[in-house]
């Protein structure tokens, strides 16, 4: 089932999501109503690489990431059930991040270039993952969800802001964009 993505200024953004107690069909269902509802948020300029549970009015520590963030062709994600991270690089990494609930809006965010996250898979059981580069500063962009932080929380000085065009095309925001900093 599409949910509806809750975008910035909505103060939901900001609640802290609590821990799941136990994996069941509900938790399941919800993770595939998340994967169904960034597919549906895909577009030709601009496609999902994650979303937290919180994106959709649900306080509770649930994220599905894509496997891929090259293609919007493939469409699989893994469920990650209380991600936290266990160990983290001191070394640090600046990228261009987005967000489904920071609409037409980009920035620039430094971010640990390595991380090890501890979660549970949709079985219930534990998983570890070692991440790094891009999919390890998706992790932490959703784990900071879950703290009631979004991106724009690290971007120090709006110079390190952009805007996206029809064409997906990335340019510094002018004082005509209309961005409503949280
Ligand atoms: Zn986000």
Redesign the pocket.
């Known amino acids: 089932m599409i949910k509806k993505i809750v975008t910035i200024p909505n103060k939901i953004l900001r609640m802290k999501s609590k821990r799941i107690g136990f994996v069941d069909d509900s938790i399941r269902t919800m993770a595939e109503n998340m994967i169904e509802t960034t597919l549906d948020w895909d577009h030709d300029s601009e496609f999902g690489a994650a979303l ?1 549970a919180i ?1 959709i009015g649900e306080p509770i520590r649930l994220t599905v990431v894509r496997d891929s963030f090259e293609s919007s062709k493939d469409k699989n994600f893994t469920t990650l059930i209380n991600p936290e991270i266990v160990k983290s690089s001191a070394e640090m990494i600046t990228d261009i991040e987005g ?3 920071v609409p037409g809006i980009y920035g620039k965010v430094s971010r640990h270039l390595k991380i090890k996250v501890k979660a549970q898979n949709t079985a219930g059981n534990e998983i570890r993952l070692t991440l790094e580069g891009f999919p390890a500063r998706v992790l932490q ?1 959703e784990i900071d ?1 879950m703290h009631g932080i ?2 724009l929380d690290h971007v120090k000085d709006s110079k390190n802001l952009l805007s996206i065009d029809e064409e997906g095309q990335l340019s510094p925001l002018t004082s005509n964009d209309k961005v409503q900093l949280p």
């Open positions: 937290a994106q967000c489904l609930s962009h969800h979004i991106f």
